[in-house]
């Protein structure tokens, strides 16, 4: 069944339909609960839907280590998972370009410059300043205003610049792990996939410590207006990937320690969580440069 | 492992074959169809007389939107989702598609979605009332609170059109036979390659703008309000860096269409292939960069209304090379003019005559005369109507003989032919004038001046309608029965689809086919 001379061609599975149920119910959920109404149905989703996706991945590891993957299945994984992270930029693409015509086009106009600066009439006083510490609303209606902008923000030379590191150094240590796996030394392997799941969690610790701060001191929220809104918005994105990651990398990790997978030659399991960690370091390449340095 | 498919409903919860599932899409998409334009129908039996007569505003509005957004996202896109899965394995000569598991989740994902969806016509406050473009603040301050459920169901139809799409660039890339080089492919295959690509580069965008609008209304974020200093200007970019290159979504897979019933009754072979597979690819390329005409009179720079001016008008080029390797491709052909090639015939001709009044509105002066008006209206239905929905329409009769193994009947495929052909020019056509004339659209009532154009398309839609049921009856007849079908079908057809017997074997290959 296994070559490509004849196809493999899978039995009938439960696992969509109810992978189906999963995700309905974390959307209708998640929708009701914004909404006002009760939590319950959107962590029954969540459950629900993790429940499936673990039986789903097991099953999928299990046919590999019947050897039931031909080599064209397996290079199916390695596209589905490519186009999987190219999605992933696009959604950030949509994110940062909210930025960048904030910044470009929208500030300027609001504060007076450009083809649209007539739009200052209707706020009149606002400045255009980025970091944008005084909101439109405040410029014209001074202490009544409900969006207030922020009393400070982030330095990127500190928290930030630490987290650079961390999450930089965290992509090097995945990548001595994949060489260590292909050489077949499974302690280094072990050793230096386990420093990346530290670094993951230590990059995620410093930026609840930084939200604290924004949060507590700087009066830097949601709330507060643009600044506010793109800083979280961006950086809350990337940080629930980088959980999603470094919980696909512990998994990786027990799955190698506890039940001793993956081959020299066979672990696309694994390379797909080490594209998906690359990917997120990138994109906070991205951010520490456009959010924090060009931002502060 | 040569199974057929399993008996009892369970079969269509747990199937993996490419063919059931790409069923359960058409039937999907169907009845997606005949609900949307039930809508369409309550518009246009408002629209009769000037005044209120049928229905309230605010339920006229819920109508446009949701007639709007079932179409788009639930009658075409799902066809051609349906489509491609019945046909690309069948095309490149693979036994299924490359992730079948993933290709059920995607499908049942949508009657979830659109249940929801539904649902909020139902909900304190009425279904979503903003259109379908859903622009903020519209969609956002003074959205009812259904609008948090269209969010979330965007949300989980978006996953489902990303997996859909990932699945079929696999499928394409990964899993051809032996010998079926990129530039053999046939043009469905090539148009849905480049379709999928557009859609996992521009379904993430969409679920960003929800996201936005999510956190704006219920988070206390500014993006599309200036008070905080963002800008509702700004939804409407990032909604139409998704919604360009989804019209592209939306006619790409109809060109591939096309391209193999139009050589098949010429009985000649498509002209200027090549030419063809270039100028898709550069069209979806341009479908990135002309997003702003939709908005030239929301007030940009002049520097950024000269670019998407121009950048829209040099789509003409690439299409124009389209139509005319179809009209080539028919010229002293030896046609006949069964029902498939009738669609496909007033395809290439209607769809041109949206492409020119798309060419009038791409004029940035001109367009503010018509933004806004029923002439947009006419025009992007006259891309849609008998560009998509004829473009499936035509696909289903050219291969429904070979998914059931029976013939459809003829003559009633010309009878639905020809009053869905006249019932769409009696709706659209009048559509231009009254739009010219100023009628704005979007309203459930208008001045007097414009009663007689919208009589006349009150009635051609009624038409259009009830050409669709006789469609219903002839696909449920040909199911059920009828003339056998020979395993080549039409006359020397070309495409590994006909090397095979009508109807097609549960798992069409089980081992590759020889492609010369």
Redesign the interface.
């Known amino acids: 069944m296994a070559t490509e001379s004849s196809y493999y061609v899978p039995e009938q599975s439960r696992l969509p339909i109810f992978a189906t149920i999963g995700i309905f119910l974390t959307a209708f959920g998640a929708a009701s609960w914004v909404n006002g109404g009760s939590s319950y149905i959107f962590f029954a989703g969540a459950l629900s839907m993790a429940t499936v996706l673990w039986f789903w991945f097991a099953a999928v590891i299990k046919e590999n280590m019947q050897g039931l993957n031909s080599d064209q299945l397996k290079r199916s994984y390695v596209w589905g998972m490519g186009w999987f992270i190219f999605s992933e930029v696009m959604f950030f693409a949509a994110f940062f370009g909210a930025l960048y015509y904030i910044r470009t086009f929208t500030l300027p106009w609001l504060g007076g410059e450009g083809d649209r600066g007539s739009s200052n009439m209707l706020w009149e006083g606002f400045q255009n300043t980025w970091p944008l510490m005084v909101t439109p609303e405040q410029a014209v209606a001074g202490d009544a205003a409900k969006v207030v902008g922020p009393k400070g923000i982030i330095d990127p030379w500190h928290l930030p610049l630490l987290n650079t590191v961390l999450l930089l150094a965290s992509s090097v240590t995945v990548h001595i792990a994949h060489v260590y796996l292909k050489k077949g030394k499974r302690q280094g392997f072990n050793l230096w996939l386990g420093a990346t799941v530290v670094l993951g969690a230590a990059f995620l610790f410093f930026q609840v410590e930084e939200y604290l701060e924004a949060y507590q001191h700087l009066g830097l929220t949601l709330e507060s207006g643009i600044y506010g809104t793109t800083f979280f918005m961006l950086t809350g994105f990337h940080g629930a990937h980088v959980t999603l990651g470094t919980i696909m990398l512990l998994i990786m990790l027990l799955r190698s320690v506890i039940a001793h997978h993956f081959k020299p030659d066979d672990h696309f399991g694994f390379e797909a969580a080490s594209w998906y960690w690359h990917f997120v370091d990138v994109v906070w390449v991205g951010l520490f440069i456009f959010v924090y340095v060009l931002g502060a | 492992?040569a199974h057929g498919p399993?008996p009892g409903f369970?079969?269509w919860?747990?199937?993996?074959n490419h063919k059931d599932i790409g069923s359960m899409y058409l039937w999907f998409s169907f009845a997606m169809f005949l609900l949307g334009g039930c809508m369409a129908l309550v518009i246009r039996a408002e629209l009769f007389q000037p005044g209120l007569q049928i229905v309230q505003p605010e339920f006229f509005n819920q109508m446009t939107t949701m007639h709007g957004l079932i179409m788009v996202f639930g009658a075409v896109m799902p066809a051609f989702v349906g489509l491609a899965n019945w046909m690309v394995p069948m095309m490149i000569g693979?036994?299924?598609m490359?992730?079948?598991?993933?290709n059920?989740?995607s499908f049942?994902?949508l009657p979830?979605?659109f249940a929801?969806l539904a649902s909020t016509l139902f909900m304190e406050g009425g279904a979503p009332n903003f259109g379908w473009t859903f622009y903020a603040p519209l969609s956002t301050e003074y959205a009812p609170?259904s609008v948090?459920?269209f969010?979330?169901?965007i949300?989980?139809m978006g996953?489902s059109s990303?997996m859909g799409?990932?699945?079929i660039?696999?499928?394409i890339?990964?899993?051809r036979a032996p010998g079926m080089t990129l530039m053999k492919m046939p043009l469905f295959v090539w148009t849905w390659l480049i379709t999928a690509y557009l859609l996992?580069?521009?379904?993430?965008?969409l679920?960003?703008?929800v996201t936005?609008m999510?956190?704006d209304i219920?988070?206390?974020?500014?993006?599309f309000?200036?008070?905080?200093?963002?800008?509702p200007?700004?939804f409407q970019?990032?909604f139409w860096?998704f919604g360009h290159p989804e019209v592209y979504i939306m006619i790409l897979p109809a060109f591939g269409i096309v391209s193999a019933i139009i050589p098949t009754f010429a009985r000649k072979p498509l002209f200027g292939y090549s030419s063809m597979v270039y100028a898709t690819a550069s069209i979806a390329f341009l479908s990135f960069i002309v997003w702003a005409h939709h908005m030239f009179t929301v007030?940009?720079?002049?520097a950024g209304e000269l670019f998407f001016m121009y950048a829209t008008m040099l789509i003409a080029v690439p299409t124009g090379v389209k139509v005319f390797n179809w009209v080539t491709t028919m010229f002293r052909g030896s046609m006949t003019f069964e029902t498939p090639m009738l669609f496909s015939i007033a395809f290439v001709i209607l769809f041109t005559l949206g492409g020119f009044s798309g060419l009038m509105l791409a004029i940035a002066p001109a367009d503010f005369q018509y933004h806004d008006t029923y002439f947009v209206v006419a025009h992007f239905h006259y891309v849609l109507v008998p560009g998509a929905i004829f473009s499936i329409t035509a696909g289903v009769y050219y291969w429904l003989p070979k998914w059931t193994g029976n013939m459809y009947n003829e003559t009633m495929g010309k009878v639905h032919f020809w009053m869905a052909f006249v019932g769409l020019n009696v709706t659209f056509f009048p559509m231009h004038f009254v739009g010219l004339a100023g009628m704005p659209r979007r309203i459930p009532d208008y001045a007097l001046q414009f009663a007689d154009f919208n009589q006349i398309a009150s009635v051609g839609a009624f038409l259009f309608g009830a050409a669709q049921i006789v469609f219903l009856f002839n696909v449920i007849r040909t199911v059920k029965g009828g003339k056998k079908a020979t395993d080549e079908v039409w006359e020397n057809p070309e495409g590994l689809e006909w090397s095979v017997p009508s109807p097609a074997p549960y798992?069409t290959?089980?081992?590759?086919p020889v492609v010369r």
């Open positions: 492992m399993k369970t079969r919860l747990y199937t993996t693979a036994p299924d490359a992730l079948p598991r993933m059920n989740w049942w994902i979830f979605a929801m609170p948090t459920f969010i979330f169901s949300h989980i996953a990303i799409a990932i699945n660039v696999a499928t890339l990964n899993m996992i580069a521009v379904m993430p965008v679920a960003g703008v936005m999510l956190m219920h988070f206390g974020t500014s993006f309000s200036a008070a905080g200093g963002g800008d200007v700004l970019h990032v860096f007030g940009m720079p002049i798992h290959f089980s081992t590759p």
